[in-house]
């Protein structure tokens, strides 16, 4: 139960009323009044005042002191009139309950309504701000505009100054050149005249004065580029240079950043050709080298280019073990076969070349070719014509344009009418 | 650093920007007059040649000439002033001599190349030094050849790969050291970083080098002197300034460097009337204004007692960002210091005065 604090004191005027309210030493603070147009509370606890006030005050203008163990409130009341009391009498419990319900709800709804208009004042404030600032920076804006709009003009003007003087210059040039064609004209056609007059053989007067009016046309240029035409050197011997590049493996261009990924890569393609088959344990005695079926490729290329057949195809047979998934080691190990006679390995091995380069693409167009031809070679070595043309046929269609493909399968189509004829 | 002050510097200032209907490949000023020319390939695969005049704040289209075929590169390096005939590769691989008041039948036409030519230039015509006229073009089959206008069908100097060499697309080209009648030099930029120089006088390669990046465009500062200083723009931003008057047996031509932009340098174009400064265009849509300064000797000897070059320093005079497209061309006019055409892949052709050029 609160202890109520009843020894407060008043005294009114006619618009205002001056209430004394000790306090048993107790602080207060403002949080601890609540005030509405018609209820006064002060809980302090455990101490409470509470006053249903006889009429409204205009609670927005009226104050509270506090101070001195007393709260000395100045209350500005609404209608000039003097109060019997300063409560009221007569306020039965119900009453009481409501006016103070009531007096709690307007205050929220005062509190609220000054949130907000402190909100829109805050709001405001901000907005103008920014247009401020805003204007500043246009301002800068513009000048740094405008400074840049006179460069402008002043440099378009001067532009316009120099193509009219252009124009001008070519206008006297020109004028210029009139003028002396006139000049040269009038003596040579005194001249012609004159040849004319003096019954000179006609033909020997015209190519003169021809002469001469081409040798006029010449003085008349300005810049006298035909006199210099005529000490042009002749055009230069043709000869050809032949360059080398730097080798790059892509078919882009080369870019710094691109470096590091395009060596990764060459590394694994690199890698993967290696691993292929590398369990060999015949192979540990092998130098590094000799385990890597590109070079092993290479070296049997050089020798066959060498006329080392045997050779080469022991080069590739390795290489083979090591990596049976080379279509070109099976196609140059063809041509060896070829070049050695063993035609049905020949044939073999095309066969398995012409497996492995299964996805037929433009790219593998060159050695689908080759492999075509080495194994009709084959079999037109072993008389087999009709296969022969067969593959002679499948080349031409990889690659319609080689005559000596043509050739070649115009001859073994002879060779087959031949002996279709003679059995 | 230069004593370039901010209000000092120069400006880059935009004059005119033209709206074009199709993707401009070059474009060249007219020498002698304030008339440009754009050159490129409309939608329709078709070659399109305009010719524009300048007329206050705007630009004027004179004439406007189609080809059969889109046109990459055109040059007016090897005509005579009266004359003004303009050289132009296609996209297939011919060169073709035009005159410009009857451009129905080219004055020369030859299929020089098997591929797009990628660039041309021309050296010995408008009054520019002495010797011969030539064009040289540098095509994606490889191949760099110079012609003579007076000699049909073959060239008179070809630089190919070596019989069985994969081949490099050769992207730029230029002339240089062409100050009497028999000296003059080729420079060719590939597209896996390769720098040649051939010598036509001895018919030769004189000096090769790999600058780590395809080259986009080569340039000599003047090509009518004894060679002094060449830029070589490349992918990746970096352009390389090579200081051509001494040459060291083993090490080259000194040089120095600088990475500009993140993007690609398409162009660098030296201001004719000031062969210190030139100007860089970029993937980005931007120009840089450049100025090389040399250093206090040009030369010394290194330990084996050699001459060996000493390169200079660079320094940015100012830069602006003109487009979102890459910036491919670039032209000064040689008669109006200051005064540039470019043109960008957004279809626009700009001509652009550069401002206080005289205080530098």
Partial sequence: ?423 | MSAALGAERPQVVSHVQQALSYTVFDCKWVPRSARLLCLGSAARGTGVLQLYELHGARLELLREIEKPKPIKCGTFGATSLQQRYLATGDFDGNLNIWNLEAPEIPVYSVKGHKEIINSIDGVGGLGIGEGAPEIVTGSRDGTVKVWDPRQNDTPVANMEPVQGESKRDCWTVAFGNAYNQEERVVCAGYDNGDIKLFDLKTMSLRWETNIKNGVCSVEFDRKDINMNKLVATSLEGKFHVFDMRTQHPTKGFASVSEKAQKSTIWQVRHLPQNRDIFMTSGGSGSLHLWKYEYPAQRSKKDSEGSEMGVAGSLSLLQNVTLSTQPISSLDWSPDKKGLCVCGAFDQTVRVLIVTKLNKI
């Fill in chain 1, 1 to 423: 139960m609160p202890v109520w604090l009843r020894e407060h004191s008043w005294r009114q005027t006619l618009t205002a009323v001056y209430l004394s309210l000790p306090l048993r030493g107790a602080r207060a603070t403002p949080a601890n009044i609540f005030c509405s147009e018609q209820y006064l509370k002060v809980s302090i606890p455990p101490f409470l005042f509470e006053a249903v006030l006889f009429a409204p005050i205009d609670d927005t203008n009226s104050t509270a002191k506090i101070g001195n163990g007393n709260i000395f409130f100045t209350l500005y009341k609404k209608e000039p009139a003097l109060w019997d009391s300063l409560t009221l009498a007569n306020a039965d419990k119900e009453k009481l309950q409501y006016l103070r319900e009531n007096a709690v709800l307007k205050a929220q709804e005062k509190a609220r309504e000054e949130a907000e208009a402190k909100k829109i004042t805050k709001q405001e404030h901000k907005k103008y701000a920014l247009e401020a600032t805003m204007k500043v920076e246009e301002a800068e804006r513009k000048r740094i505009e405008d400074l840049k709009e006179k460069e402008r003009q002043k440099v378009a003007k001067e532009l316009e100054l120099w193509k009219n003087q252009q124009k001008d210059g070519d206008k006297y040039k020109s004028i210029q050149k009139k003028e002396e064609l006139h000049q040269e004209i009038e003596p040579l056609e005194e001249r012609k005249n004159e040849n004319m007059n003096k019954t000179r053989i006609p033909n020997e007067g015209h190519s003169k004065t021809r002469l001469k009016s081409i040798r006029g046309h010449g003085s008349c240029s300005i810049f006298s580029q035909n006199l210099k035409e005529e000490q042009l050197p002749a055009p230069r011997v043709a000869a050809t240079i032949k360059v080398n590049f730097t080798p790059r493996v892509f078919p882009t261009a080369l870019r710094e950043s691109r470096v590091a990924e395009e060596e990764e890569w060459l590394h694994k393609q690199a890698e993967a050709r290696r691993i292929i088959n590398s369990d060999l344990s015949d192979l540990e005695d092998l130098k590094q080298e000799e385990k890597n079926p590109d070079w092993l490729k290479d070296k049997g290329n050089k020798m066959f280019a060498m006329g080392d057949y045997l050779g080469a195809v022991n080069a590739y047979n390795l290489a083979v073990r090591l990596n049976n998934k080379l279509p070109l080691l099976y196609l140059n190990r063809a041509a060896c076969h070829l070049k050695l006679r063993n035609l049905h390995k020949a044939i073999e091995d095309s066969s398995k070349a012409l497996e492995l380069l299964t996805p037929p693409v433009p790219d593998n167009e060159n050695a689908r070719v080759k492999a075509h031809v080495r194994r009709g070679t084959a079999f037109c070595q072993l008389e087999l014509y009709t296969e022969g043309l067969q593959d002679y046929e499948a080349a031409l269609k990889i690659d319609p344009r080689n005559k000596i493909l043509e050739k070649d399968a115009e001859k073994i189509r002879h060779l087959i009418q031949g002996t279709m004829q003679s059995s």
